[in-house]
């Protein structure tokens, strides 16, 4: 049944993005802000495993959305929390959450090493191949070889791209060089604060695609 109370969604979003920011969300605001955003919701009081599958999907695709880190393998494994973060948040334990993030990162390091050796290849931009721009119809790779293979085509589109507007090769692997160098690093730069953010953005995009978390830095930037 749906509350009589409706809120204005853009107050929402106000609201709680300036909840005790000023030393970063904790994991001992988690349950409190969660539990604020489904008193408001005009549909959801209470996180279930239906909304639990959910906030997994969203998480897995917040870290990883063009499908070039996680294996097939990776997502079978961690798929066991899947009907489980309601259970989490209640009990305020975000483990899973981490123990997926730690494993992004490490599949993020070894990204980063395939791009370094495949960003020294030639390539022949005369030789015809496909790539599936829509990563939502991409499968998560079975094994390095398709890993691999997908970050050439990536590499390669992205240089034809550039090299397309003008840019010598030299060029464009250099400014491909540098885009991977600051996304590498602003990874490496997610802090808990930052991680339990998206997170819970994650789950607030469960409910609705319309109600989102913004961090104090994130509320900062929405003002400007």
């Known amino acids: 049944m749906y509350k009589k109370k409706l809120i204005p969604l853009l107050t929402l979003i106000i609201v709680f993005s300036c909840l005790k920011q000023s030393q970063g969300l904790k994991q001992s605001e988690m349950r409190m802000i969660i539990g604020q955003v489904l008193a408001y919701h005009v549909q959801y009081d209470a996180l279930d495993d239906n909304l639990s599958r959910r906030i997994y999907a969203n998480y897995i695709e917040a870290l990883d959305y063009g499908k070039y880190y996680f294996y097939h393998a990776d997502i079978r494994t961690m798929s066991k929390h899947e009907l489980f973060f309601d259970d989490y948040i209640?009990?305020?334990?975000?483990?899973?959450?981490?123990?997926?993030?730690?494993?992004?990162?490490?599949?993020?390091?070894?990204?980063?090493?395939?791009?370094?050796?495949?960003?020294?290849?030639?390539?022949?931009?005369?030789?015809?191949?496909?790539?599936?721009?829509?990563?939502?119809?991409?499968?998560?790779?079975?094994?390095?070889?398709?890993?691999?293979?997908r970050w050439r085509k990536n590499i390669k589109l992205q240089l034809l791209n550039l090299v397309s507007s003008g840019k010598s090769v030299k060029d464009a692997k250099l400014k491909l060089t540098k885009k991977y160098a600051i996304a590498k690093k602003r990874i490496d730069e997610i802090d808990d604060s930052r991680l339990l953010s998206m997170f819970l953005n994650s789950v607030t995009a469960a409910l609705d695609p319309h109600t989102n978390y913004l961090s104090e830095e994130d509320y900062k930037d929405f003002k400007i």
Request: charged share 40%; proline share 0%.
């Open 90 to 149: 209640a009990r305020d334990d975000y483990r899973a959450v981490y123990e997926i993030f730690a494993l992004y990162k490490q599949r993020a390091d070894e990204g980063m090493a395939i791009f370094n050796e495949l960003i020294k290849e030639e390539y022949d931009f005369t030789k015809d191949e496909s790539i599936i721009v829509d990563r939502q119809q991409v499968q998560y790779a079975r094994d390095r070889a398709d890993m691999v293979d």
